[in-house]
């Protein structure tokens, strides 16, 4: 089992925490047999506590240690507040974050905060900081202020003088969160920027060299694998000073990092869960005109085979199987072949990538095509990723298909999953709205306690009817039915959240026939993601969006919406995991705002296909008895697909982790370490 690593000998050591200091990073545990079971038997027990001592009435120590110093720090004057956050640095290194200590400091950040910011933390807010400080997963609903909440962990670790980095999905909302917090670091004496695409290495390292860096976890990750693949993963302190008495300074020089101290994880169950199916790959590019001709050649004879006879589709797991009479057929459609074709392996292994590009691989739902260029988009988050490419010639060969031209192949220098960067934290916590179904592949991989913390406001969000249609042309249909009456009757905002770009663009087209004006938001037009939520809350405004309305983002309500029903938000496709559903939902009704959601889903909504055909194919008879009678069956329905899609993703986790691994350790006997 792992043990919580302390931070107080890191805080009694002033040159542990000094920039240029030796790569701080908690050493990764064997994945011995007797630690697995270890946390299989002490799974029950730790719930069973749980029961008995919840962990939210345990955070409920920090408020009174807050208030008691609260009349305090509002009567000192700017100067006088700036001078006692001086004195808790001593403090807090002296004596580490007991409850009585950072009560007085939160105190001190929330009038801070009153002052710079306009906003004074609730009491719900101060309970998730405290969490943070302890490594806890700590789940808010959405709209309840994590960014905010953030604010007094970061703060506190970072006038400890701990490094601290706030990781969140996307540059967006790094930059966003970092630009709206200045002021109130500023404040405290504390430097803080955000390191985003496109920057030099000079320019993160001096971003990641303040007291507080936000960042993405993509740049976290591959800027940590261009340490490892700098240092030769010589990161000991004793390499590192024999390398200055060498008189070799290259290497301090080749940090990026200062190491990995304390984490504050946003969105965390995206990060830990839904991210964590493929490894973190940092490549080199090679020349790919010499393959130019084989990937025509395997698309050609991908064309040519049929499916079922020559290959199976696995859709749930996106993977293509060939049968022998497929293999035979490769044989023979390459015999005049040579090179890479007069083996049976590396040939079947790529004309299964170029089935794959074929079959699995959809643009407007899986990628993209921009400026001539494929672009990857993330199925969580919505968002393209930049400079991101699929691995073993499948990027290349949907090129091919795509007829853009082709990119260089990669060849892998470094790679890690999160299931492995972050738990070398020294201390690691995350924020979500959508913790609860997760928290237990999170505790037992990450090592981080669940914990919920209350509303702040009661919640006003009203569940409207389900409707359930035939077909996908009929959805469209009924989706506008809904947008049009809602519009005539009270001239409420309007999200439409969907699953792929493709099926924003079709709901998009048939409101458009109908003449209801309505802005659209997806992997395409990204860019304009701030201007369009700041719209979005607006009265009679129709938002079109795929996942990216999903997360981070906070849809302020006009001031009129509020008395005519607040946001609503139609749900038309259902996600292949719950929590990503609850995301959606939860834009609307918001911190005690009215607001209302409705699911219109169809049969034909390829996660039914997929994961639940049975239970589809109920539900089709039910409704063809009578359609009311599949509004009965939508519960099962959802829950036989979710439930399937849910256990496939994890398992693909799992083996993911596996295979990162025995990876690592191939590269290790070799002697290129990570």
């Given at each position: 089992?792992?043990?919580?690593l302390?931070?107080?000998?890191?805080?009694?050591?002033?040159?542990?925490?000094?920039?240029?200091?030796?790569?701080?990073?908690r050493q990764?545990?064997?994945?011995?047999?007797h630690?697995?079971?270890?946390?299989?038997?002490?799974?029950?027990?730790?719930?069973l506590v749980?029961?008995?001592?919840s962990?939210t009435?345990?955070?409920?120590?920090i408020?009174?240690?807050v208030?008691?110093h609260?009349?305090?720090?509002?009567?000192l004057?700017?100067?006088?507040?700036?001078?006692?956050?001086?004195?808790?640095r001593?403090?807090?290194?002296?004596?580490?974050f007991?409850?009585p200590?950072?009560g007085?400091c939160?105190?001190?950040?929330?009038?801070?905060?009153?002052?710079?910011?306009?906003?004074?933390h609730?009491?719900?807010?101060?309970?998730?900081?405290?969490?943070?400080?302890?490594?806890?997963?700590v789940?808010?609903a959405?709209?309840?202020?994590k960014?905010?909440?953030?604010?007094?962990?970061?703060?506190?670790?970072?006038?400890a003088?701990?490094?601290?980095?706030?990781?969140?999905?996307?540059?967006?909302l790094?930059?966003?969160?970092a630009?709206?917090?200045a002021?109130?670091?500023?404040?405290?004496?504390?430097?803080?920027?955000?390191?985003?695409?496109k920057m030099?290495?000079?320019?993160?390292?001096?971003?990641?060299a303040r007291?507080?860096?936000?960042?993405?976890?993509?740049?976290?990750a591959?800027?940590?694998l261009?340490?490892?693949?700098?240092?030769?993963?010589?990161?000991?302190k004793l390499?590192?000073e024999l390398?200055k008495?060498?008189?070799?300074h290259?290497?301090?020089?080749?940090?990026?990092?200062?190491?990995?101290y304390?984490?504050?994880?946003?969105e965390?169950?995206s990060?830990?869960i839904?991210?964590?199916?493929?490894?973190?790959?940092?490549?080199?590019?090679?020349?790919?005109?010499?393959?130019?001709?084989?990937?025509?050649?395997?698309?050609?004879?991908?064309?040519?085979?049929?499916?079922?006879?020559?290959?199976r589709?696995?859709?749930a797991?996106?993977r293509?199987h060939?049968?022998?009479?497929?293999?035979d057929?490769?044989?023979?459609?390459s015999e005049?072949?040579?090179?890479?074709?007069?083996?049976?392996?590396?040939r079947?292994e790529?004309?299964?990538?170029?089935?794959?590009a074929?079959?699995?691989?959809r643009?407007d739902?899986?990628?993209?095509?921009?400026?001539?260029?494929?672009?990857?988009v993330?199925?969580?988050?919505g968002r393209?990723?930049?400079?991101?490419?699929?691995?073993?010639?499948l990027?290349?060969?949907?090129?091919?298909?795509?007829?853009?031209?082709?990119?260089?192949?990669?060849?892998t220098?470094?790679?890690?999953?999160?299931q492995r960067?972050f738990?070398?934290?020294?201390?690691?916590?995350?924020?979500t709205?959508t913790?609860k179904?997760?928290?237990?592949?999170i505790?037992?991989?990450?090592?981080?306690?669940f914990?919920?913390?209350?509303?702040?406001?009661?919640?006003l969000?009203?569940?409207?009817?389900?409707?359930?249609?035939?077909s996908r042309?009929s959805?469209?249909q009924?989706?506008?039915?809904a947008?049009?009456?809602?519009?005539?009757?009270?001239a409420?905002?309007?999200?439409?959240?969907?699953r792929?770009?493709?099926a924003?663009?079709?709901?998009?087209?048939?409101?458009?026939?109908?003449?209801?004006?309505?802005?659209l938001?997806?992997?395409?037009?990204?860019?304009?993601?701030?201007?369009?939520?700041?719209?979005?809350g607006?009265?009679?405004?129709?938002?079109v969006?795929?996942n990216?309305?999903g997360?981070?983002?906070?849809?302020k309500?006009?001031e009129?919406?509020?008395?005519?029903?607040?946001?609503?938000v139609?749900?038309?496709?259902?996600?292949?995991?719950?929590r990503?559903?609850?995301q959606?939902?939860?834009?609307c009704?918001?911190?005690?705002?009215?607001?209302?959601?409705?699911?219109?889903?169809?049969?034909?909504?390829?996660?039914?296909?997929?994961y639940?055909?049975?239970?589809?194919?109920?539900?089709?008879w039910?409704?063809?008895?009578?359609?009311?009678l599949?509004?009965?069956a939508?519960?099962?329905l959802?829950?036989?697909?979710?439930a399937?899609?849910?256990?496939?993703?994890?398992?693909?986790?799992?083996?993911?982790?596996?295979?990162?691994?025995?990876?690592?350790?191939l590269l290790?006997?070799?002697?290129?370490?990570?």
């Amino acid at each position: 089992m792992k043990a919580k690593l302390s931070l107080s000998a890191l805080l009694a050591d002033t040159d542990a925490l000094a920039p240029g200091a030796p790569y701080a990073e908690r050493q990764e545990p064997p994945n011995a047999w007797h630690d697995q079971l270890g946390q299989v038997i002490a799974a029950p027990i730790r719930t069973l506590v749980h029961a008995i001592h919840s962990p939210t009435s345990a955070l409920r120590a920090i408020l009174p240690e807050v208030q008691r110093h609260d009349a305090a720090m509002r009567r000192l004057s700017d100067i006088e507040l700036r001078e006692h956050a001086t004195g808790l640095r001593r403090r807090l290194r002296q004596t580490g974050f007991e409850a009585p200590l950072v009560g007085e400091c939160f105190a001190l950040v929330r009038e801070a905060a009153s002052r710079t910011l306009g906003i004074r933390h609730y009491d719900t807010q101060l309970l998730a900081g405290w969490g943070l400080i302890q490594g806890r997963l700590v789940e808010m609903a959405t709209g309840e202020g994590k960014t905010v909440a953030a604010t007094l962990a970061a703060s506190t670790m970072a006038l400890a003088g701990v490094p601290v980095h706030v990781v969140t999905v996307n540059d967006y909302l790094a930059q966003r969160d970092a630009d709206e917090t200045a002021p109130l670091y500023d404040f405290l004496g504390l430097s803080v920027g955000a390191v985003v695409q496109k920057m030099s290495k000079a320019e993160r390292r001096g971003v990641y060299a303040r007291a507080i860096a936000y960042c993405t976890n993509k740049d976290l990750a591959f800027d940590y694998l261009r340490d490892r693949v700098s240092l030769g993963a010589r990161t000991s302190k004793l390499h590192l000073e024999l390398s200055k008495l060498r008189g070799d300074h290259s290497e301090d020089d080749a940090f990026v990092l200062r190491g990995l101290y304390f984490a504050i994880v946003d969105e965390a169950d995206s990060v830990f869960i839904d991210e964590a199916r493929t490894p973190l790959i940092l490549s080199a590019s090679t020349d790919a005109k010499s393959e130019d001709v084989d990937i025509d050649r395997a698309l050609t004879i991908a064309n040519a085979l049929a499916l079922r006879q020559d290959f199976r589709v696995d859709w749930a797991d996106r993977r293509i199987h060939l049968t022998e009479t497929g293999r035979d057929r490769i044989e023979a459609l390459s015999e005049t072949f040579a090179g890479i074709w007069l083996r049976p392996r590396p040939r079947e292994e790529i004309v299964t990538q170029a089935l794959s590009a074929v079959h699995l691989y959809r643009r407007d739902e899986h990628y993209v095509v921009t400026d001539n260029k494929v672009q990857i988009v993330d199925e969580s988050t919505g968002r393209i990723m930049p400079d991101r490419a699929w691995e073993r010639g499948l990027h290349q060969l949907i090129e091919a298909k795509e007829g853009v031209e082709a990119t260089a192949r990669r060849e892998t220098l470094a790679r890690i999953t999160y299931q492995r960067l972050f738990p070398r934290y020294l201390r690691l916590s995350g924020m979500t709205g959508t913790g609860k179904e997760v928290s237990r592949e999170i505790r037992r991989t990450y090592d981080l306690d669940f914990v919920r913390v209350p509303l702040h406001r009661p919640s006003l969000r009203l569940r409207c009817r389900s409707v359930v249609t035939p077909s996908r042309a009929s959805k469209w249909q009924a989706v506008a039915d809904a947008t049009e009456l809602l519009l005539r009757e009270t001239a409420r905002p309007i999200l439409i959240g969907t699953r792929s770009v493709e099926a924003s663009e079709e709901i998009s087209a048939v409101l458009g026939s109908r003449g209801i004006t309505h802005t659209l938001l997806n992997a395409k037009q990204d860019a304009a993601e701030a201007d369009v939520i700041a719209q979005a809350g607006q009265a009679a405004s129709v938002t079109v969006a795929t996942n990216i309305a999903g997360r981070g983002t906070d849809i302020k309500l006009e001031e009129r919406v509020a008395g005519t029903g607040g946001l609503h938000v139609i749900l038309t496709e259902y996600h292949e995991s719950r929590r990503i559903d609850r995301q959606l939902i939860g834009r609307c009704a918001r911190q005690g705002d009215p607001g209302s959601y409705a699911t219109i889903i169809s049969f034909e909504d390829a996660i039914f296909a997929t994961y639940a055909p049975r239970a589809r194919r109920l539900a089709q008879w039910l409704f063809r008895i009578d359609p009311r009678l599949s509004l009965g069956a939508n519960g099962l329905l959802r829950w036989s697909a979710q439930a399937a899609a849910e256990a496939r993703a994890r398992r693909a986790r799992m083996e993911t982790q596996a295979n990162d691994r025995r990876y690592d350790q191939l590269l290790a006997f070799i002697g290129r370490g990570e």
